[in-house]
Structures are given as structure tokens and as C-alpha cells.
């Protein structure tokens, strides 16, 4: 009998959007060029920073690459714990642990609260939203997320959060991820303080805080975070993929209640031992560097010019489309139904987002994500993380793409 794959592994949902991939693929394999503002990363856009590098480099040649200690190497946990200070957020070093990515991060969360066998194991998250949130409680639990739609403005409802924990007694974690993937919408302070209020009335749920592009807010908003009100039920993730575009470094965090720390501590170690400690040390070296957060907004400054291209010349090319400036990240997530149902010059209908991608691509050699991807169709999702060339082109070419359809 041949070897089984596991009903955890086949229970997760391949992408939605492998078509387009598989278009992309092809495109790419004939030597196409094509422009991608699909991928949700900043490199080689924008690099990571040269002390890093350096300090990465020092580390290798200072022969340090061994295990360090499986909550992480206590350089990086001081620098990490003087670094949250700075954001306002009380974290002593037993309260942080060091993973291998912000994603690895969210699922040790996730292994550390959420209890396969109980009643009360689901998670809940709002869409759109970043997919992982999808798949990590399947493998942690078996259970798909409860889906939690956000308004307009793409922001969730504190009396919607309010009437499914009162209802729903499977609930134990909620995920709130701002600045957000894919829309760039932040949540606020006030917005913040009316779900932490809803989350203390129930105090056995867990609030994972995905906070991996913490730095990047735009338009003089503050960084807010509701562990700074609800520090004993909230679990922030981050690390060096977004914040210092070092998504192949692998290096993610979790600051949170001791105890649970402590636990989460013992799962890193069994799962993964530690993270490289070239990393750590490069990672530790930038924060003690950037107490004054100078290279973080240097790069945040660098994003913001190229959210202001990409807007300027999308308005001119996607005329009919619904959209909302981003005001964090690097995403840009317009409703674009105004043009599904229209005609390709071959005949076929533009049904959905993914058939609208697949046109933008196939015609004019644009990648983008349908927003099907996120839970949220007749949306797309542009990556503006790529050089103002690129995003000058591809706006063009959008156009191009968008004037071919006929109503
Ligand atoms: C909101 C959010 N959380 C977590 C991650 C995971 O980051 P990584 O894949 O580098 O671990 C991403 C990556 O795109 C993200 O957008």
C-alpha cells in the first residue's frame, strides 16, 4: 500500500489564484517580462539595510553558528524588549520568543492556544485577510477560521465581534492584523479600544496581533496596538520580513503573557531548535542601531512615494474603479466590478477577479492577486513595493488592459 498523506495536509486549499500563477509561469518560461506587483515583497526594491548585512557577515565569520537558547539568542531578546518599549509596549525578556518568520510566529500562537481536542478551539478572522489565517488553524485544530467580514473602509465591527463571542462558545483566538494585508488599512486607537473593550468581556479568547508591517503607517498616523489594553490576552507577532524587507532571512517574533510565553517557548524549541544566529545578531545589531527609528522610516518614506505613484497613475487608468488610499503597508486593494462582466476582445466574459487577472496578465503582462485570494472577490491586490518604473508601466499597461474590455 503506498504512503498516505495526511488528512492535515490535505485538508489545506491550494491557492485560488494558481491560474494566474500558472499564466504568470508560462509567460515568464517564454521570456516574457512580465511586471509583477503580485508578490508581497520589497526586495530588490528596497534592501536590506547594509548594518545588517555586515553584522550578518561578522557573525558567519565569527564562526557563530551554533544553537542558541530555543526562545532565541538573549542579544536579540533584550534589543527586541528595549525595542518594543519604544512603541510603547512592556515586555520583560521571558516574554519573547524568537521564530523562523512572522508566519512560524502566528502558527506557534496558534499551537501554544488553540487546543485540537476542546470545544472552544476555533479562530476568528476578518476579511480580506491574509490567507495564512486560513490555513494555520487547520493544521493547528482541523477547524477552518470563523470569517469575519470588515465594512467598506475594510475595518472590522466591534458589535459584530460583540454578538458572535456571545453566541458562539467554540471561540478561543481572534487574529487582528493592521497595517493590513491585502487592503493597507490600519485600525486606530479608537477602533482598537471598542474591540479590546468587546475581547475583556471575554477573557479566555486570545488576540493574536500580527503587527509585521508595524512600521510602515503613512500620513502622520500613529502606531497603535491593542496589547498596549489588553496585554494579558494579546499575542504580538512581527519580525524582519516586512519591517526591514528580509522576508528570506526568517526571522519573526512574539511578545506576550509570561506563562504562555514560556509555552510557546518549548514548542519553538521542539519545532524548530532556533532560528540562524546570524540572523538574530544582524537583526539585534539593527534595532540597538535604529533606537531613533531613522532607517525604518527611511524605508517607510521610500514606500510612501511609490504609494503615491501608483495612485496618481492608477486614478487615469482604472477610471471605474472603487477604491480607498492605503494608509499602511504596501497593498493597494481597489473594487474592481465595475469592470467583471465586460468583454475581452476574444469574446469571453470577464466573470470574476481571477478572470480579470488572468486578462490584465495575459493582454498586457501585468501580475496582480485576485482578491478571491483573500476572501473579498471583485478585488485586486497590487504590491507597490517595486520601483516607480515598474509601477509607471504597469499602470499603463493596466490601462491598456482595462480599455480592451468592452461593456
Ligand atoms: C499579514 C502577514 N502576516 C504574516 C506574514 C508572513 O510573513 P513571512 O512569510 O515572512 O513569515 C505576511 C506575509 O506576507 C503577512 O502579510
Avoid at 92 to 117: H, M, R, Y
Wanted: proline share 8%; hydrophobic share 40%.
Amino acid at each position: 500500500m503506498p504512503v498516505a498523506i495526511s488528512s492535515w495536509a490535505q485538508q489545506l486549499k491550494p491557492s485560488p489564484t494558481l491560474e494566474v500563477k500558472a499564466v504568470a509561469d508560462g509567460l515568464r518560461a517564454k521570456g516574457v517580462p512580465v511586471l509583477d506587483l503580485g508578490i508581497g515583497e520589497m526586495n530588490p526594491e528596497v534592501r536590506v539595510p547594509d548594518l545588517i548585512k555586515e553584522a550578518m557577515a561578522e557573525a558567519l565569520h565569527a564562526d557563530a553558528t551554533h544553537y542558541t537558547p530555543q526562545n532565541g539568542d538573549p542579544e536579540l531578546i533584550s534589543a527586541i524588549s528595549e525595542d518594543l518599549e519604544r512603541f510603547g509596549l512592556e515586555y520583560s525578556d521571558e516574554q519573547i520568543v524568537i521564530c523562523p518568520g512572522p508566519k512560524d510566529a502566528i502558527f506557534k500562537v496558534a499551537l501554544t492556544v488553540l487546543n485540537p481536542e476542546a470545544h472552544r478551539r476555533r479562530l476568528v478572522m476578518f476579511t480580506p485577510g491574509y490567507e495564512s489565517f486560513e490555513n494555520i488553524p487547520m493544521l493547528v485544530t482541523g477547524q477552518p477560521p470563523v470569517i469575519l467580514p470588515t465594512d467598506k473602509d475594510f475595518l472590522p465591527d466591534p458589535n459584530q465581534l460583540d454578538d458572535l463571542l456571545k453566541s458562539d462558545d467554540s471561540i478561543a483566538a481572534v487574529v487582528l492584523n493592521s497595517p493590513n494585508n491585502p487592503t493597507g488599512a490600519v485600525y486606530q486607537t479608537p477602533l482598537l479600544r471598542e474591540l479590546a473593550d468587546v475581547l475583556a468581556r471575554h477573557e479566555e479568547v486570545a488576540v493574536i496581533s500580527d503587527e509585521c508591517y508595524r512600521t510602515i503607517y503613512y500620513d502622520d498616523i500613529p502606531y497603535a496596538s491593542i496589547a498596549t489594553m489588553l496585554p494579558e490576552q494579546t499575542f504580538v507577532v512581527s519580525g524582519m520580513s516586512k519591517e526591514v524587507s528580509g522576508t528570506g532571512l526568517r526571522l519573526g517574533f512574539v511578545a506576550g503573557p509570561k506563562e504562555h510565553l514560556a509555552a510557546l517557548g518549548v514548542v519553538e524549541g521542539n519545532a524548530s531548535s532556533c532560528v540562524n544566529l546570524p540572523t538574530q545578531r544582524g537583526y539585534a545589531k539593527f534595532l540597538q542601531a535604529d533606537a531613533d527609528f531613522s532607517m525604518r522610516h527611511a524605508i517607510r518614506e521610500q514606500l510612501r512615494v511609490r504609494r503615491d505613484h501608483l495612485l496618481e497613475h492608477f486614478k487615469a487608468a482604472a477610471p471605474d474603479a472603487i477604491w480607498k488610499r492605503p494608509n499602511g503597508a504596501f497593498y493597494f486593494f481597489p473594487n474592481m466590478d465595475a469592470y467583471i462582466g465586460r468583454k475581452a476582445p476574444d469574446g469571453r466574459v470577464i466573470k470574476d477577479d481571477i478572470d480579470l487577472a488572468k486578462h490584465i496578465l495575459e493582454s498586457r503582462h501585468v501580475v496582480v492577486t485576485p482578491g478571491t485570494m483573500f476572501q473579498r472577490p471583485g478585488h485586486v491586490r497590487f504590491a507597490f513595493a517595486k520601483s516607480l518604473d515598474i509601477i509607471e508601466e504597469a499602470m499603463k499597461n493596466l490601462g491598456e488592459a482595462l480599455a480592451q474590455l468592452e461593456t
